[in-house]
């Protein structure tokens, strides 16, 4: 049998935000709107914000559903903003309210999922090292979060089929051409 409790939590706590700001909500709200006991909250969560990241990596995952390749990166970041268009009161409202660096180490998880599994996939018989793959990943995933966090700041107002568009124009074949460079580094140095 499958536990309802945590999607129960989950939707209770977007429901709650979109008429309170989360430092206002309390385990007591949030166990009264889904009828549940305290202990019942606390047997999954530690407190209020460790719900929060759980449903943000649960957002994530549903968003990202087999879409790491290099033919679909577009698509899983194109799924990435209509996530957080879909939750945008939840949100702005973690951004605001707990801060944004808890949305920045959720979109970093996330992003980084998505390009080491492109730079893997465009990797495949290179020999490349593990921490040079690693590296790349990370490299573009501070690029993809920073333009993402800047569109939030701005209340996710601008149409993020542009944005996507113009990052699949500024990455085309660039990740590509960081593994080759790489390489050429590596057999440089053998």
């Not at 921490?131 to 149409?159: N, S, T």
């Not at 089929?161 to 085309?172: D, N, S």
């Amino acid at each position: 049998m499958p536990n309802t409790t945590k999607p129960a939590l989950e939707a209770s706590l977007k429901k709650l935000l979109l008429h309170k700001p989360i430092d206002k909500i309390t385990i007591a709200d949030l166990t009264a709107d889904c009828g549940i006991s305290r202990m019942s909250f606390y047997y999954h969560f530690k407190d209020i914000y460790d719900l929060v990241e759980w449903v943000c990596v649960e957002d994530g995952k549903r968003a990202l559903q087999g879409k790491k390749t290099y033919d679909t990166w577009q698509e899983g970041m194109r799924q990435i903003f209509e996530a957080v268009m879909e939750n945008k009161p939840f949100i702005l409202n973690v951004y605001r309210g707990v801060g944004r660096e808890k949305v920045e180490n959720y979109l970093y998880k996330l992003t980084f999922h998505l390009i080491a599994g492109v730079v893997e996939e465009k990797c495949v018989g290179s020999g490349l090292a593990k921490e040079d793959k690693g590296f790349i990943a990370e490299f573009y995933k501070f690029g993809f979060v920073g333009i993402m966090l800047d569109w939030i700041d701005r209340g996710m107002k601008e149409d993020y089929e542009e944005i996507v568009r113009k990052m699949g124009i500024t990455l085309y074949g660039n990740i590509t051409n960081s593994i080759a460079n790489f390489e050429q580094k590596q057999k440089k140095q053998q």
